[in-house]
């Protein structure tokens, strides 16, 4: 299992460098106000996949190891198109999508929610390398497109970023299809998985568990951007563009969460062992909070004067802060994460959802006094009070749930044995 970690992790830190350069470079040549455009088409479009999620996401993984793969793959592929097309229409109303972007935002969130579809057969069976590469093409591409309409095309505009965008997730997804062919030309029927009665009591059973997850994905994505919106109304796009700027940097570290909880959670989904499932969860949510700790402080070492002369421009003046100010918060989102993806993989949706919600509700009260008040440091300040709050409530749950005491929570020498041990044998068990 560590190798799958490590090999995942790899693979999107590589992706975080090139689009944290891509910051950079967008920094200097579509300015604070650019920036601040593309990250809200960039943040309206996540928001729909989130939406999606209710099919698309953990859902597949979970009813892959359940029923034959055509059962679950064609409603998650249809449920792009008309979920994207809610929640986009939500959005519009609630003038949540820049003004002229709506179809461009439609068209995103369905061309991003089919590689994520593809991307989650994948990890259900188990194609980590599959997995990855799709995720890298997904990510890497934008560095390289946005390069040539920047550098070679000379078309330096908000509209290259967003074509750019286009162009990679079109890339992923016809990737994705070549690799996903393999799983379709075996029997769709594998051994030990029963037939359902009909179609239609396996899309029921999709919804239910599904909405469950979705309402969480929603509420967590509101939750880490809703924040964007409520700047952009104070502060204007320059405000959005700075926050953005910080909280990208600053969310750089969540790959390793990212990483880890993706190979936990297709893990924790095919053992019924709750032993077991508490032992993975515990060890992994360990080893994520103490890298992030790390990460998180070698980020901070950064002084202002680099941000400002070197990788942004003197406009972005107050970054540091809003790393500063976001920090703790990073840290504890991506612990949360690892425990989230452990209620997920039992089944225990509802506690990820209300966790989710929590922390929303938390950002919507704190960030109405906090973000009028403070402004841009507010927002940040905000987001890693609601993250806090998160975490603290995913750990009572869980500690009651599986009867873990507190000191359970902290490393210990046997942890990095086990640590060690998985990385000079590769062959070991887990």
Known sequence: MLRKILGTVGTRYLIAFLNLFLIFINAKILGKEGLG???LIYASANIAVMFNSVLCGNTIVYFMNRY???????????????GSAIA?????FLGMIPEGYGWLVYGLAVLMTLVGVNSRVFLGEDRIAAFNLTMAVQGGGLFVFLLFFYFVAGAKEVSSYVNALFLTNGTALLLSILLLASSFSHKSRKAGYPEPDSFGKILKEMFVYGLWSSMESLAEGLTTRLNYFMVERFSGLGGVGLLDSGTKVSESAWNISRGVSLIEYSSIAKTKDAEEQRRITLQLFKLTYCVLFLVMGIILLVPEWIYTKYLFSAEFKGIREIILLLSVGIVAFGGNNILA??????????YCAACSFLGLGTLLLIGCF??????????????????ICMLLFSLLVFMRQTRTAARELLPTPGDWEALRSRLFHKHSKH
């Open 37 to 39: 455009l593309v990250g």
């Open 68 to 82: 034959p793969l055509g059962y679950v793959f064609w409603p998650a592929a249809g449920w792009s198109f008309v």
């Open 88 to 92: 986009c229409g939500i959005m519009f």
């Open 341 to 350: 993806h452990y209620f997920i993989g039992c089944g225990k949706i509802k």
């Open 370 to 387: 906090l973000i009028p008040a403070k402004g841009i440091p507010g927002a940040a300040l905000t987001s890693s009070i609601a993250y």
